[in-house]
Nanobody
Framework: QVQLVESGGGLVQPGGSLRLSCAASGSTFGLNSIAWYRQAPGKQREMVARVSIYGLTNVANSVKGRFTLSRDAAKNTLYLQMNSLKPEDTAVYYC?????????WGQGTQVTVSS
């Protein structure tokens, strides 16, 4: 089993920044990929940024140039640095890890961008 715990969400004004963290624990053996998704009210969950075990990174066009994905393998932690935040970035942000055991999700962290 894998446990994922997200943190770092909150309320921020447009143009502001936040850094989300996702701490992974448990059996992460056979890691395939780890990613951030988000889900806004009334919308489907969408991929924000993803990194594969080979180091290949995919970033959604809607956040490209504003959001940066990074990973601290020693701490089993994934980060999402979010800059120049917009009201449309408001959503619950989820961490996802895929390994040989399956696909795992964290509980999510709320990000609200509002003045």
């Amino acid at each position: 089993q894998v446990q994922l715990v997200e943190s770092g969400g909150g309320l921020v004004q447009p143009g502001g920044s936040l850094r989300l963290s996702c701490a992974a624990s448990g059996s992460t053996f056979g890691l395939n990929s780890i990613a951030w998704y988000r889900q806004a009210p009334g919308k489907q969950r969408e991929m924000v940024a993803r990194v594969s075990i080979y180091g290949l990174t995919n970033v959604a066009n809607s956040v490209k140039g504003r959001f940066t994905l990074s990973r601290d393998a020693a701490k089993n932690t994934l980060y999402l640095q979010m800059n120049s935040l917009k009201p449309e970035d408001t959503a619950v942000y989820y961490c996802n890890l895929v390994n040989v055991g399956g696909s795992y999700w964290g509980q999510g962290t709320q990000v609200t961008v509002s003045s």
